[in-house]
């Protein structure tokens, strides 16, 4: 069955994804929550339980908790997959989108010589190109000084649009509470809520 010009914009997203795992299947293999359950007890990735001022989801993800001797960066990138998967689910998340707090505290060249130009590339590929989400910030804080080495390399495959969602806060913290109410967000962010953790 043929489908309308505007049923096809709507799919096209979801089918674009579809192909994306198929021609990144080392990345894709093994989607189970049980599966990155190692990267989840680390703390590396979660969801705030509220949304944010404007009814996104909120992602904290803290990459300085992952441990590159334990588990490898494709571990890392499974999780935020698993996460986004689920979030895409809610309605309302489809509709107001996702936003993201990147922890930077503790990255060190460890972390940074796992992030090679061709990983970056295929990464922000099918984040901006083929996940059928809606990213409407990406807040960095407490970029260290290695941050301009990772994102030199990262940024080359940004598109203007989601360049134009990047915000660094470095150390102030608070800034996020411009964005998300500081009833709901953790004290280490600038809120009033018990430090983030993933355990129930």
């Not at 060190?108 to 190109?129: C, E, T």
């Not at 940004?158 to 102030?172: A, C, I």
């Amino acid at each position: 069955m043929k489908r309308q010009n505007g049923e096809a914009e709507i799919y096209k997203p979801y089918e674009k994804w579809l192909t994306s795992i198929q021609e990144n299947e080392q990345i894709f293999n093994n989607l189970r929550p049980s599966a990155v359950k190692h990267v989840l007890e680390d703390g590396v990735t979660g969801v705030l339980q509220h949304r944010d001022k404007a009814g996104c989801r909120v992602i904290i993800f803290r990459p300085g908790k992952w441990d590159p001797s334990r588990y490898p960066v494709d571990d890392v990138f499974r999780t935020n997959f698993v996460t986004l998967s689920k979030i895409i689910q809610e309605e309302e998340t489809q509709i107001n989108g996702v936003r993201m707090v990147i922890d930077l505290s503790n990255i060190g060249w460890s972390h940074a010589k796992n992030i090679s130009p061709f990983y970056a590339k295929r990464v922000s590929a099918l984040l901006q190109d083929a996940f059928p989400a809606r990213f409407k910030g990406l807040h960095y804080l407490h970029e260290p000084t290695i941050f301009d080495y990772i994102f030199g390399i990262i940024k080359q495959f940004l598109k203007e649009k989601t360049v134009s969602r990047l915000h660094f806060h470095g150390p102030n913290v608070k800034e996020l509470t411009e964005y998300i109410d500081e009833e709901y967000l953790p004290e280490e962010y600038g809120g009033k809520q018990p430090p983030f953790s993933n355990k129930v």
